[in-house]
């Protein structure tokens, strides 16, 4: 049987790493075992529903390197197909309409919980007559439609990651398959979809584990081939809080407007939650073949963005200088050529990870002014004016080579090791640290060398 895996997210809100990560498992294991990646947009709930989500979700997957199989289904545009599967369970005595309130259904729950019980649906419209039934409508009381549990039995199956699972029927209550207003509810719509269109598997979030019982009652009821489930932990902070907003979770629109790399992020998300003896920054192909349900873990996973960067530094190093040139399109110059673009990006790659790291290289080389920090300032004033300019001297002589300037001004001022190197680093370039200053100084011109040393000649 072919492997067919989906992603199936709704049109809610942007795509974060939690879901980004779900999308990753199943496009892997599709790609490890030859088979098919669909994508699936949930978009039955049109309140929440919105067609600009649904556009950036199609963009970050892309973005991400998690190209799908076959065409996009829209659930929003499935409606006879949900409502002929009704009508089938409607037939077989399997759905009844409920038309109790939301105000009325928390007070019973509230009250299950206070007498020691789980809470579930009471079943107060499970029975009702025809008569019972008008008396209802009469009132205006718009029904949802429910799944009829039976009373006795239970639900077994082994999830992929939480092995053997038993749920017992009395304690899962009669749920909606159809809201008010006449759309899918998601226990419905989902594995509808599933079965119909061959989904073998599915890896989804720890946070729907309690879902797959009533689909599978679903899938029986409608005599569907249900997949096999895995539910895979949840992404927390690095204290272990729910990853959020609030504890700085972005977006993949907002990495990727930053300047994370896909390849550094499938990396990362690759090892939350999922062991694996691969080490380095793998490709797409290389994580393909390393993934394996098996050693997806329980515990919740971590994400650490100090790790991420680690990825990040290493995706950089691996950009070919044309795709660097790219990366840190936005940051280049308007007056700056193609040519002295390549030869800086060239120099300066190593020392990045994410693009508004170049800014201060930007303007070392190709900006007028260099602004100092506190330490720099201390470097330049204990180094003293005499030491420029003696430095200022060795230039005329050395232009831009820097292992002739350094050989020149050590010979005038008798100065070697951090007390030569760091006050020139800071002088010509305005930082403590960053890349080997012969390169990057063979990118300035003789003349401005010689007028930045001559500028703390005077001014130190």
Not at 94 to 121: D, F, H, N
Not at 297 to 302: E, K, Q
Not at 374 to 379: C, D, L, M, P, R
Request: a negative charge.
């Amino acid at each position: 049987m072919t492997t067919t895996t989906r992603f199936a997210p709704s049109p809610s809100g942007e795509l974060h790493l939690g879901n980004a990560r779900t999308a990753l498992f199943n496009w892997l294991l599709a790609r490890r075992d030859g088979g098919r990646f669909l994508l699936r947009i949930e978009d039955t709930d049109a309140e929440r529903s919105k067609a600009e989500f649904t556009a950036q979700l199609k963009t970050d997957l892309q973005w991400l390197g998690l190209a799908w199989d076959g065409e996009i289904v829209e659930q929003s545009k499935r409606g006879d197909v949900y409502r002929e599967a009704l009508e089938r369970l409607a037939a077989v005595g399997r759905v009844y309409p409920c038309y109790c309130t939301p105000l009325e259904i928390e007070v019973s729950r509230k009250t299950q919980i206070a007498s020691g019980k789980p809470p579930r649906y009471a079943g107060t419209c499970r029975n009702l007559n025809d008569t019972q039934r008008a008396a209802k409508l009469a009132e205006g009381r718009k029904p949802t439609l429910r799944f009829k549990v039976p009373d006795t039995g239970r639900v077994e199956f082994v999830d992929l990651v939480h092995g053997e699972q038993r749920f017992e029927c009395a304690d899962i209550g009669d749920f909606i398959v159809q809201r008010a207003d006449g759309s899918a509810a998601f226990f419905f719509s989902n594995i509808v979809d599933d079965a119909m269109s061959g989904v073998t598997l599915v890896l989804r979030g720890e946070d729907h584990l309690s879902n797959t019982p009533r689909q599978l009652m679903i899938a029986e009821a409608l005599d569907l081939t249900a997949p096999t489930y895995g539910h895979i932990s949840l992404i927390t902070s690095a204290d272990g809080s729910p990853l959020s907003k609030r504890h700085g979770a972005k977006s993949l629109r907002q990495l990727k407007e930053e300047g994370y790399l896909p390849l550094a992020l499938v990396n990362h998300l690759f090892r939350l939650g999922h062991s694996s003896d691969l080490h380095g920054l793998q490709t797409m192909e290389d994580l393909a073949r390393g993934f394996d349900p098996s050693h997806l873990v329980r515990s919740p996973a971590r994400f650490d963005p100090v790790q991420l960067e680690v990825w990040q530094r290493d995706a950089v190093h691996r950009l070919t200088i044309d795709e660097a040139c790219e990366w840190l399109q936005p940051h280049r110059p308007a007056e700056v050529s193609d040519n002295d673009w390549r030869a800086f990006v060239t120099v300066v790659q190593a020392n990045l990870i994410l693009p508004a790291d170049v800014t201060p290289w930007v303007q070392a080389i190709f900006g007028q002014d260099i602004a100092l920090d506190a330490e720099g300032e201390a470097i330049i004033g204990a180094a003293g004016a005499a030491f420029f300019q003696a430095a200022a001297s060795a230039a005329i002589e050395s232009g831009n080579d820097w292992k002739l300037l350094s050989q020149k001004t050590r010979e005038l001022t008798g100065t070697k090791g951090p007390e030569l190197f760091k006050p020139l680093r800071y002088a010509l370039t305005g930082q403590g640290h960053g890349p080997e200053l012969a390169p990057l100084l063979s990118l300035l011109t003789p003349d401005r060398i010689r007028a930045r040393l001559a500028r703390w000649s005077a001014a130190a």
